[in-house]
């Protein structure tokens, strides 16, 4: 364990852990014009397109667990470098379909190729991708997202007592 992270509270070290990968992929995603949120906007397009789907701008915001209203501003600016196209949904003219143009797709194939080797790289003292540890570690992460957090939470008792 790092001298800055002795006696530390697992949810400041979550908070650095997210900053420092925050920080290698906007670095290493740079050179191909991306930021880290916009990468993770192009990347999950084109795992959902793999998949045969063609998200509204509201999927892609709850698949990425971004903002709906920062998931419509970074798509905007993603269409204006040419990487993505925003449609209108014909059986709902209120959603907004997003794809990959072929730059995007190309753009995006080569983020991930970098990201992935960031990724060997934060997991190799767990064991790599494909170690038992990482597998552990990845359900501890899937246990912690899925858990339910409200920031307002009062006990039965708090709310009795109202």
């Known amino acids: 364990m790092s001298k800055g992270s002795e006696g530390a509270t697992p949810g400041f070290l979550v908070w650095r852990l997210s900053t420092k990968w925050r920080v290698a992929v906007d670095r290493a995603v740079a050179p191909l014009g991306l930021t880290h949120a916009q990468y993770s906007l192009v990347a999950s397009l084109y795992g959902m397109h793999r998949a045969g789907r063609q998200p509204s701008q509201r999927q892609l915001a709850d698949h990425t667990g971004l903002e709906a209203l920062y998931v419509s501003k970074l798509a905007r600016g993603l269409e204006s470098a040419g990487l993505v196209d925003r449609t209108r949904d014909p059986d709902d003219p209120r959603a907004v379909r997003l794809s990959l143009t072929e730059q995007g797709q190309d753009v995006t194939r080569r983020a991930i190729h970098v990201v992935h080797g960031l990724l060997q790289q934060l997991l190799a003292p767990l064991g790599g991708l494909d170690g038992e540890r990482t597998r552990e ?17 009062t006990t039965d008792n708090e709310t009795e007592q109202s």
Request: proline share 12%.
């Open 137 to 153: 570690f990845t359900r501890d992460l899937t246990a912690l997202l899925d858990a339910p957090l409200d920031p307002f939470h």
